[in-house]
């Protein structure tokens, strides 16, 4: 047996524990200091590091990293700008044409074409490729033929017919429907473009991804970490300037704080919700706590007979009213949410359809407004109320608590709510998709792009992909209709706000609170920001 | 340490203790005794000082599970967001946790899940895994076999997954669930630990002597081979008793264990590990932990006063 | 024994596949995995039907075990969700484990016993009430908290150690983790050597040899020892399996991707080939460290023999 050797050292050790583990610290922990390389916190990505194949921030990092699309959403304002794209033109807001600028490469060398990204929509497209975002492409005409909603149906046709290459630099795109702000969502990672490598050897491309962004992969342990290091011939403006960033996966967050605190790593982004208390003393100005396209909110069982009908209605908004949101993001997440007031997010800015005020009273503690609403609807169903949702991630169980605790509060009664917590995301997931809840449950949003279409219409509209309330107005698919043909984007933005009136009065889900992106980072590295999917951006970060 | 050198072995207390029992011979211990085993140890028990104090410490947990109300008369769902993680303060001994509620009301009033967990699957625990290595260990072979392949395919199921799976099945409400999970997935250990007591003192002379002399399996299992190999029995069900406790904050924090409005040690001393909220309130994990340790405490004492008394080599 | 061996080795078979069937039912009751791996979106049915088609969700429980044993007999132990063969999952997590497990259990024979033996011998001495007080903390304290704490004031006030371990950690490294994880059972350990050997200093033998004249070192060690520790061998044999399976708590306050940590992703996950691989190895890990302990039962105490 291999440990054998060591075994003697290791007894000779126990008898002075504290004095062989101060001979052994400060190991090899330096590693990758002092040669202008960001050493950051990772996560284990969920599902192999395809573009189309990732929907969760562990693996969007590092796509965000070794690919650049057609637009990019700019870390401060979040507007979606023009990266590869050299323009995209549409007169009818259903047939572009995409001209992509020359000169990008691939960091295998090959040349960034028209057809890398026809081939990826393609790809990412196909039912037969089960890219869990594959989603994105709904919109172009020919979804369906391959990609059928039903389950058990086949693909009728291999390609999008609504894509096509024109030239090296030029392909035309057809939606199937109108979709005027459709090019403002090509910033996600999804509609990254691949390069031949990825379809003629495919295993050995996810062993080591090849993109065309500001860093290239030199090394890729999967689940143990990654290097990267600047691509020489990066042909974007945002140039990386630093020299590389190591990533290093992490199995509890909480040890990647303790790292920063020990001086071992450079940048964690989501600070643990335990230190969020300590994370501004332990690290003053080095904490970052800034808005997230991120909203939670809890939404209602609408199949269940007991929050149906005007009797639902007050019942729902009564509730709304009945939750202390200022005091639980000040008490259980120190200020690292922000009680919300509307349905979208503040990373929409005010022009982008961000309205705080739109909710109003319906989202403000108004503990006896919310006692006589629910006793004009003849008391909760049942007598009580739960709060469903997994528990396995995410310190979910904190706030569920106190929200029970504010209504029981408010209502005056010991058991008006109490939690249901569901052992396993995916469990939680299936209760919900099958219709199986009968109270409040935790639903999340973290935006695909910065858009107010993006917190509407997926989570609203009659039988949208995540409308897991079961939630159907003709009034509110009638203005998303309208906004998504409209051409002018103010326009367009009004009636998607006047679609978010429909569901302030209807509440088919109460708002709580709007999430921000929590980072550290260490005294050796400097100019670090989140961008408005909460991952840090690494190509703006300098080392010492 | 330097009391290490100086002091002889065998302690002198027990020395005494030993002298006297000595002159009874120790081959059969309960053959020329004027009194069955059971009663001798109960005799010696009620005189023994740890075991009163234990007994008094158990009796008191007891009380305070059954009638929170008696030392405690807030109430524990009671909780105000404003006085989160607040300090103990007049009125408020032990201080506020992070939804506001009183810790000390929560700690009276946790005592009783905790403790009527704790107990039931360590008792659960204790009965089929004595029973089961019992066994194992005094017929061998077959039943050996048998018994031990079993014990082995249990072992292997992870606690985490069995919970979830067990308890995501069964609709039961209350304690029982979580009793029933912990005490499956648990006894196999006490089954190793008794079947390795049960094959050394069935080897021992007076079993042997007993068993020449006509004595029944029953009759050997229980007067002669159980008093001798219940001792590490006892001590693993009162080490377990305390992790059990703890055990049940893994499943409520896993989201299978007890629900609200059940309060438990468990679930307060997890709630206060959770996101290292102690590292800024230590109060919130104290108490609730105090109170653990405490009825531990009193089930060691209870286990070493109860395993000196039945044990045979004392007379 | 050496007969006996073999019939122990031959029982691993049926031992083996129970368990494995046991535990791939179990993982497929917590229910279909599918619909968690597209974040809080609601699941798009063609590609969760063509991801439970991969995975071989789509088939009958008993079909979906018997692919997958056929598959395991290949060497082929399936693949996680993000794409890892699980081989690549267990190659990297076992030796990690196996490395922490080995640290903890020497901990715990070196410290338990050497406590256990001191405390039995002078019971209700200070030394005695102080491991008792000891024992009571790492009961009632979560490992979390005292994992966190040493790791606190180790890695970031004192700065002995490196807070995370590296990827590949050598035995040095995994002392501190070594012993959190070991404390729990240290517990067990000291309590079960000091109740044997209290119990064991008043019985004939030790007398005897006592009587003998024989010194005192000699009758603690060779005499009163051996005798004690076969509850202490029991227990440290069926403790190894959970020193692997179960260290997930230790593992994650200090970033150790071992056999705990990828067998608690794989529950929550649902991902059987994980679960199910990971449990095949440990369960094997478990027959053969229980096997040693029967062994070893002959040799501490020969009056104990196998037919």
Known sequence: MRPRARLCSVIAGTAALALAAAACGGGDGGSGGGDGVVRASWGDPQHPLEPANTNEVQGGKVLDMIFRGLKRYDPESGEAEDAMAESIETDDQRHFTVTIEDGWTFQDGTPVTAESYVDAWNYGAHVDNAQVASYFFQFIEGYDEVHPTEEGQRPTADTLSGLEVKDDRTFEVTLSEPFSLWPETLGYAAYAPLPRAFFDDHEGWLAKPVGNGPYKIDSYRQSQGMTLSRYADYAGPDRPRNNGVELRVYTDNNTAYTDLQAGNLDVIDDVPAGQLANAENDLGDRYINQPAGIIQTLSFPLYDRGWRGEEGRKLRQGLSMAIDREQITSRIFHDTRTPAGDFTSPVLGDNGGFDRGLCGDVCSYDPDRAKDLIDEAGGLPGGSVTITSNVDTGSHRQWMDAVCNSVNNALDQRDACTVNPVPTFADFRNRVAGHEMNGMFRTGWQMDYPLIQNFLQPLYYTDASSNDSGYSSGEFDDLIDRANAQGDEGEAIDTFKDAERVLVHDMPAVPLWYQNGTAGFSERVSDVRLNPFSVPVFTDIKVG | ?315 | MGRYVIRRLVQMVPVFLGATFLIFVMVYAIGDPVSGLFGDRGPDPATAQALREEFDLDEPLPLQYVLYMGKIFTGDFGTAFNGQPVTQLMEHAFPISFRLMLVALVLEVVLGIALGVITGLRRGRSLDTSVLVATLVVIAVPTFVLGTTVQYVLGVKLGWIDPAVSPDPRLDELLVPGLILSLVSLAYVTRLTRTSVAENTRADYIRTAHAKGLPRRRVTVRHLLRNSLIPVVTYLGADVGNLMAGAIVTERIFNIQGVGYQLFQGILRQNSPTVVGFVVVLVLIFLLANLLVDVLYAVLDPRIRYV
């Open chain 2, 1 to 315: 340490m330097s009391d290490a050198t100086s002091a002889p072995p065998p302690m002198e207390a027990e020395e005494e203790n030993a002298a006297k029992g000595l002159t009874a011979g120790t081959s059969s211990p309960d053959k020329d005794a004027p009194r069955g085993l059971w009663s001798d140890a109960w005799h010696d028990l009620r005189r023994n000082p740890i075991f009163v104090v234990s007994a008094l410490l158990i009796v008191f947990l007891v009380v305070i599970a059954l009638w929170p109300s008696l030392i405690a008369t807030r109430d524990p769902q009671r909780c105000d967001l404003a006085r989160s993680l607040q300090g103990p303060s007049a009125g408020h001994w032990f201080g506020f946790d992070t939804q506001g509620c009183d810790v000390y009301t929560r700690t009276v009033y946790g005592a009783r899940a905790s403790i009527a967990v704790g107990l039931c699957a360590t008792v659960g625990v204790a009965l089929v895994g004595a029973v089961v290595g019992g066994l194992a260990g005094f017929f061998g072979g077959f039943w050996d076999t048998l018994l031990s392949r079993l014990t082995d395919v249990f072992f292997g199921i992870p606690v985490v997954l069995g919970a979830i799976v067990f308890l995501s099945m069964i609709s039961l409400s209350g304690i029982w669930p979580v009793v029933l999970v912990i005490a499956a997935l648990s006894w196999p250990q006490v089954a190793r630990i008794a079947r390795g007591a049960v094959m050394t003192a069935k080897q021992h002379d007076y079993v042997q002597a007993a068993r020449a002399l006509g004595a029944g399996n029953a009759r050997l299992l229980l007067r002669h081979i159980m008093p001798n190999a219940v001792a590490p029995v006892i001590v693993m069900a009162t080490i377990m008793l305390g992790t059990f406790i703890a055990l049940e904050a893994t499943l409520s924090y896993l989201g299978v264990g007890l629900r609200p409005p059940t309060v438990s040690w468990g679930v307060d001393i997890s709630a206060a590990s959770d996101g290292m909220q102690f590292r800024n309130a230590p109060h919130i994990l104290l108490y609730p932990a105090a109170a653990l340790s405490l009825t531990v405490l009193a089930f060691i004492m209870l286990g070493d006063a109860v395993r000196d008394a039945i044990d045979p080599k004392l007379r």
